[in-house]
């Protein structure tokens, strides 16, 4: 058996006014999804557990089958993983926006989405700036780096204890009352303050200015934490694999997780990125290999813009051009159960992550097929199905022979 996971990230979410009280889901057209419902199950998971905080880290490491209580030591370290950064004792990843404050406002977490090339000399010029000092400065995709910090003036703990907001949770917000706060508050503060001053008439931001495209006018730094500690999918099930996304945090959750990171020409995080290049790529490791984990982020990043039209888009691109061919494609090798999934929900309304169950389609040899036709929320929720420890799910998956809802419910994780 082999097993295929797809992972809308961010597809779930709250019924909207502005949508007459459906859910992007209701109102996105999704033969696909709609027709892997009907060959399996669906029904609702809880992929972020009570009082851990509904972020992508938290909902992927459910999604991998790892208990987020467990595993989780923070954002920053997985995705240092995933670029083969291996953090020795003491010193602590950050996540390193490169974000656009203007007016006292983040006025976009992304800046404007700005390109790899341009974050990367960006994050070039904040590296010599800072050189010889505690921060060291990686250049990651768009607007997502990492600075790897080594404790002098400030420790370890104190740097894990600061309080630090993931800078899309305050979009069109006020950044103040969120500049990090604690033990060593005022340390990340004053660097955040020393990269307006380096980027500050960057050619590369005055390029984009011209453009009539938004600057990066500073660093974020959040989601900090050491080196983690999880066992391979080697050793836990067996199996070898691969995970495919654009977004350093889920490669790095597989790189743990002794899965192959595979690189894809043309894989932004959003509504352009390769998908037919993802496609080809799960299939070429599922030649070769037991497992491959599918993510794409654009649904997440369409719903922090707080557009229902361009997440609605960024879900039928995902039924047609990755769900679609994912299906034909694993019907003719006839023994690939196919998983498919959104990590969590991310909420047009409030631009931002949110907890609670989210719906999942399974489908493939040994799973039992309900009455449901339709992939949403209020569909899965009609099934009665609800997998409460959202982390069993996919352990489920791969060790049962055969699976119905009664077996997903008691299944161990």
Not at 101 to 106: I, P, T
Not at 219 to 229: D, H, R
Not at 279 to 289: E, R, S
Request: proline content about 8%; glycine content about 12%.
């Amino acid at each position: 058996m082999r097993f295929l996971i797809l992972v809308g990230d961010g597809m779930a979410d709250f019924p909207c006014p502005e949508l007459d009280g459906r859910t992007p889901l209701d109102v996105a057209a999704t033969p696909a999804m709609d027709s892997a419902v009907s060959q399996g199950l669906t029904g609702l998971f809880s992929p972020i557990p009570d009082g851990l905080p509904p972020g992508s880290d938290i909902g992927n490491l459910s999604l991998f089958g790892y208990d987020p209580r467990a595993t989780f030591t923070g954002r920053a370290p997985l995705e240092a993983a995933s670029r083969g950064i291996r953090l020795v004792p003491g010193e602590v990843a950050f996540r390193c926006n490169l974000v656009t404050l203007a007016d006292g406002v983040m006025r976009s977490f992304t800046s404007g989405h700005i390109t790899s090339e341009e974050g990367a000399r960006l994050i070039e010029a904040l590296g010599e700036a800072f050189a010889g000092g505690p921060a060291r400065f990686h250049a990651g995709v768009s607007y997502r780096h990492l600075t790897i910090i080594t404790p002098g003036d400030v420790t370890a703990e104190d740097l894990v204890a600061t309080q630090c907001t993931p800078p899309h949770d305050i979009s069109d917000r006020a950044y103040e009352p969120h500049l990090p706060s604690g033990p060593a508050g005022a340390f990340l503060g004053a660097l955040m303050e020393g990269s307006r001053e380096v980027l500050a008439g960057h050619a590369v931001n005055e390029a984009r200015i011209d453009a009539g495209d938004l600057p990066a006018t500073s660093i974020w730094l959040w989601g900090q934490g050491s080196a983690p500690k999880m066992e391979t999918y080697g050793n836990r099930f067996n199996l070898t694999g691969a995970v495919i996304s654009a977004v350093d945090l889920v490669k790095g959750i597989g790189v743990c997780a002794g899965l192959d990171a595979v690189d894809v020409p043309g894989a932004t995080g959003y509504l352009d990125t390769n998908y037919q290049g993802k496609v080809d790529a799960a299939f070429d490791a599922l030649a070769g290999k037991d497992f491959v984990y599918l993510h794409v982020e654009a649904p997440d990043e369409t719903a922090h813009e707080g557009r229902p039209d361009l997440k609605i888009r960024a879900i039928e691109d995902f039924d047609r051009r990755v769900v679609a061919p994912c299906l034909e494609r694993a019907a003719a090798l006839g023994d690939v159960r196919v998983l498919i999934a959104p990590d969590h929900v991310t909420s047009l309304a409030t631009k931002t992550h949110a907890g609670g169950p989210v719906p999942f389609a399974l489908c493939g040899p040994g799973i039992a097929a309900d009455e449901a036709t339709a992939y949403s929320e209020s569909a899965a929720a009609a099934t009665g199905l609800h997998v409460a420890c959202g982390h069993c799910l996919v352990p489920a998956m791969i060790t049962q022979p055969r699976l119905d809802a009664a077996r997903l419910i008691s299944a161990p994780g």
